[in-house]
């Protein structure tokens, strides 16, 4: 039996499934990312679409409903919304992990992460008690936190950064300063003020004649540092020079900068702010930044998820790093919250480590000589690649895998909101019809990035626009008797209105228009086996009976290899065919 050597581990080839007939075609995975089945009928631009080949592919198929939120895709709790970080893991993964947002909490409360050497190093220097410190003069450097502001609890929580602050004053810090990036998207879209103001009270109640605790700077989340999968670099830059540089707009707090941008630029929402520094007169009584970032100070990204964190950390860690001019580079003590890369070791220090992932489906299926493709465009392109394969960069055989990325166009979503489906599926149905492929896995990532965007106009266009793609899909897995799996990571479109908690009203604007979420939803996700061969290998009655149902998206490896008629390995999730 053949094995794939991965560092210490061993894995057999899958075993076949006696039973299976099999097909001649692939099995193609679809992951229409952000698409589920909405609790409420107004705001559901996914129902609200003419969907018309998703339906007619569902009314001849077996399908269910599944779970891809909370505990079931590893968060701590059912309150916490699924994202295509954890979704793409559980698909990928075939179990549930403990992750970011669990891992790192439990760190806090249970005080792992403040014994750990990379905070000791962080505050190490500014202290006096680590490798950086003087041992006897006060030190003048500054403790500084950049990361996303909010309570979402997708790529960071403000609990997590309370809660540094707090340690960090006892640890003997003197100088803090938060580089805050504005949600508006895993949060309300306009909710900024609502989490601004509570902490500049918490900073207040900290602050006192050795501790000096203030916002430095900032900006929206999608128009600064947080880029992923090099789209923009541009966002990037400019993050860069805001909270390093010190060069931006100027105002005299966080809360002036966020209310002139809204008066200045009606509809502006959170994640679109623009840049901001905050100053005050220094001793020729002009104007100064109050938190650049210099040599002999310590910088921690407080983001836990790794995709939005890797290129901020490249321009702090990379020697000979291209991407734009960064003018000048700070000595700092730079940590990641994680460790957002555990294949390149990005960055080199981290707070928390991530949930140890192993045995993965793609890992399975190179060891067992199935011919792999995966294909998005670069919005999410590392979904079906680096967190599908359990947070690895890289291939696990060169000669079975196939990896292609459509690049992503660089304007505003609701402007082009059928995005690259269209690109996708050509090169999909061509590597159909050459038969080079066992396993495809595509995702369409148009009801997700649209739907953060809060325009239903567009989402309902992107939407239709994938439809049609699935009705060129369905064709070609027709004619090579294939398989196709049609599922999501996550909801999104599906709940496009902020509704009233207790009634379910749809929460209005003062002009009377729907308020809108730009964030995840809770909704269940669909599960469709569209198999116009099928041999009655499973029961495939048409409709919700004939599938498991229940499960959570951790479902969807197990399905996979049975689909490609493989027993699926042990400890793995529940199939959702019977």
């Known amino acids: 039996m053949p094995l794939y050597v991965k560092e210490t581990i061993m894995l057999e080839a899958l075993k076949k499934d006696s039973l299976w007939k099999g097909r001649k075609g692939p099995v193609v995975l ?24 998703l339906e007619k592919i569902k009314a001849v198929s077996p399908h269910t409903k599944l779970k891809a939120h909370g505990k079931a895709v590893g968060l701590p709790s059912d309150e916490d919304m699924g994202n295509s970080e954890v979704g793409h893991n559980a698909m990928g993964c075939g179990r549930v992990f403990n992750q970011g947002a669990a891992l790192v909490s439990a760190s806090i409360s249970g005080g792992a992460m403040f014994e750990g050497r990379a905070w000791k190093e962080v505050i190490g220097g500014l202290t006096g008690s680590g490798k950086g410190g003087s041992g006897g003069a006060a030190p003048a450097g500054t403790l500084h936190f950049i990361g996303l502001f909010s309570d979402g609890n997708v790529h960071s929580h403000l609990d997590h950064l309370k809660a540094m602050i707090v340690r960090a004053k006892q640890d003997g810090v003197k100088k803090v300063r ?222 079975l895998e196939t990896y292609v990325e459509i690049k992503s166009d660089t304007v505003p979503f609701e402007q082009r909101p059928w995005m690259k489906c269209a690109e996708i599926t050509d090169n999909v149905i061509e590597a159909i019809g050459s038969g080079n492929y066992d396993f495809i896995r595509l995702n369409y990532p148009n009801g997700d990035m649209v739907g953060h965007t809060g325009v239903y106009q567009a989402v309902v266009c992107s939407m239709e626009a994938m439809d049609i793609q ?24 599906d709940d496009m209105y902020e509704h009233d908690k207790k009634t379910g009203a ?60 493989y027993l699926p390995p042990e400890g793995y999730d529940q199939a959702v065919i019977k």
């Open 506 to 565: 749809v929460t209005l604007k003062k002009d009377g228009s729907p308020k809108a979420k730009t964030s995840h939803s809770l909704n269940p996700v669909p599960c469709v086996i569209y198999d116009p061969a099928w041999q009655g290998e499973y029961p495939a009655t048409p409709g919700e009976g004939s599938l498991n149902g229940g499960l959570g998206i951790s479902s969807i490896a197990a399905t996979c290899a049975r689909l490609l008629g």
């Open 30 to 53: 679809v992951i229409m990312d952000g698409v589920g089945y909405g609790k409420y009928k107004e705001g559901d631009a996914v129902a609200d679409s003419k969907m018309f080949n």
């Open 178 to 399: 938060v580089h805050v990036l504005f949600d508006g998207r895993d949060v309300g879209e306009t909710s900024a003020l609502e989490y601004l103001d509570p902490f500049e009270v918490f900073l207040k109640e900290q602050n006192g004649p050795d501790f000096d605790a203030r916002i430095a700077s900032g900006g929206g989340r999608m128009w600064i540092t947080m880029d992923r999968y090099g789209a923009d670099w541009g966002m990037v830059e400019r993050g860069w020079k805001t909270h390093v540089l010190g060069e931006a707009r100027q105002f005299s707090d966080a809360r002036d900068a966020v209310e002139t941008y809204r008066r200045e630029i009606p509809g502006i929402i959170d994640q679109d702010l623009k840049e901001f520094v905050v100053v005050e007169n220094g001793a020729d009584g002009r104007p100064v930044p109050i938190g650049t970032i210099e040599d002999g100070d310590s910088v921690v990204y407080v983001n836990f998820r790794g995709d939005r964190a890797l290129e901020i950390t490249a321009a702090f860690e990379e020697d000979d790093f291209t991407r734009f001019d960064r003018v000048r580079r700070p000595k700092v003590c730079y940590a990641g919250m994680m460790e957002y890369d555990g294949d390149l070791h990005v960055p080199r220090r981290y707070l928390v480590s991530p949930p140890s992932i192993d045995r993965t489906l793609g890992e399975y299926l190179a060891a067992t000589g199935v011919r792999t493709l995966a294909i998005s465009e670069t919005q999410k392109y590392g979904h079906v690649t680096y967190f599908f394969n359990g947070n690895r960069t890289g291939k696990f055989d060169d000669k």
């Open 470 to 493: 699935l009705g060129r899909l369905r064709k070609a897995v027709d004619k090579a008797g294939g398989i196709m799996v049609v599922t999501a990571d996550h909801g999104n479109s």
